[in-house]
Nanobody
Framework: QVQLVESGGGLVQPGGSLRLSCAAS????????IGWFRQGPGKEREGVSC????????YYADSVKGRFTISRDNAKNTLYLQMNSLKPEDTAVYYC???????????????????WGQGTQVTVSS
């Protein structure tokens, strides 16, 4: 059974940092593209970052480039999102998602992802 479980969200002041984790079970993270998405209050879900299966190339939305880093620990079958220099506009529920059906390449389309975690809340506020 495929399952993704996020953790690591919380309340942080502007300029602070958080590291989100996404523990996967039922499949091997390394084989597929895995993405981080977020949905802020009153906003549509948007892609934040993605890492390709196999070679592990990473991609970032312009809004987070230079501040967020996606990584993968294959031994733990866990995905991470290190978020630095957080801004109030980063406030959102963050989701990890796995694209099992279309291959290892990254995509920004949420509909391409087959499995989603339950989400973890990130709030950036003073």
């Amino acid at each position: 059974q495929v399952q993704l479980v996020e953790s690591g969200g919380g309340l942080v002041q502007p300029g602070g940092s958080l590291r989100l984790s996404c523990a996967a079970s039922g499949f091997t993270l390394d084989d597929y593209a895995i993405g981080w998405f977020r949905q802020g209050p009153g906003k549509e879900r948007e892609g934040v970052s993605c890492i390709t299966g196999g070679d592990g190339r990473s991609y970032y939305a312009d809004s987070v480039k230079g501040r967020f880093t996606i990584s993968r620990d294959n031994a733990k079958n866990t995905l991470y999102l290190q978020m630095n220099s957080l801004k109030p506009e980063d406030t959102a529920v963050y989701y990890c998602a796995a694209d099992i059906s279309t291959g290892p390449a990254c995509t920004w389309y949420a509909d391409d992802y087959d499995y989603w975690g339950q989400g973890t809340q990130v709030t950036v506020s003073s």
